[in-house]
T-cell receptor, first 118, second 114 residues
């Protein structure tokens, strides 16, 4: 295990539902991330949080709303989703939120939540 | 536009054989390149990372090479095992522009068969 847990592992929801994805890291890291992984497409970075502050929003539609109450927890609130939002949603954490390529920037991923929007 | 292209898209090899996966990129200015392994149903796991000044990095049976001049990287797997069956993703980070400029490849899906 990587030290990053995600719940639920699978979620099926209708377009009018509201649901939340949860991520928890047990590594003492300061940065957390949400990614979307669709079939045959590259990983897409959605949000970056560093010391609980959002430092990156990669033009994500407002129907996805992140929340980071502390450095160990990250949520992704979902509402009024579209079928094309069906994907694997991955959470990751790293010691630091930089891109320099050192070991402190290495991201540890959770197993993901497989989301299906009907 | 920054791009990362990986080849082949998929590969089937016999257990015990070697294989090489390719990654070509256009990300500039370059900072570092990572290879990730993603097992089915799991998140990616970092295998290697190389910065501009490094041209090879090993992690057990995995050896990554980098040619920053030609903007190419390869991941060589030696004496493959069934557990190597996974997708391998190449990720290139720039030294400016922030996270929006980090570019992911679509991955190579490797299947090792007995």
């Amino acid at each position: 295990e990587t030290g990053v847990t995600q719940t639920p592992r699978h979620l099926v929801m209708g377009m009018t539902n509201k649901k939340s994805l949860k991520c928890e890291q047990h590594l003492g890291h300061n940065a957390m991330y949400w990614y979307k992984q669709s079939a045959k497409k590259p990983l897409e970075l959605m949000f970056v949080y560093n010391f609980k502050e959002q430092t990156e929003n990669n033009s994500v539609p407002s129907r996805f709303s992140p929340e980071c109450p502390n450095s160990s927890h990250l949520f992704l609130h979902l509402h009024t989703l579209q079928p094309e939002d069906s994907a694997l949603y991955l959470c990751a954490s790293s010691q630091d939120g930089g891109l320099a390529g050192g070991p402190r920037d290495t991201q540890y991923f959770g197993p993901g939540t497989r989301l299906t929007v009907l | 536009k920054n791009q990362v292209e990986q080849s082949p898209q998929s590969l089937i090899i016999l257990e015990g054989k070697n294989c090489t996966l390719q990654c070509n990129y256009t990300v500039s200015p370059f900072s570092n390149l990572r290879w990730y392994k993603q097992d089915t149903g799991r998140g990616p796991v970092s295998l290697t990372i190389m910065t501009f000044s490094e041209n090879t990095k090993s992690n057990g049976r995995y050896t990554a090479t980098l040619d920053a001049d030609t903007k190419q990287s390869s991941l060589h797997i030696t004496a493959s095992q069934l557990s190597d069956s996974a997708s391998y993703i190449c990720v290139v980070s720039p030294n400016s522009g922030g996270y929006q400029k980090v570019t992911f490849g679509t991955g190579t899906k490797l299947q090792v068969i007995p």
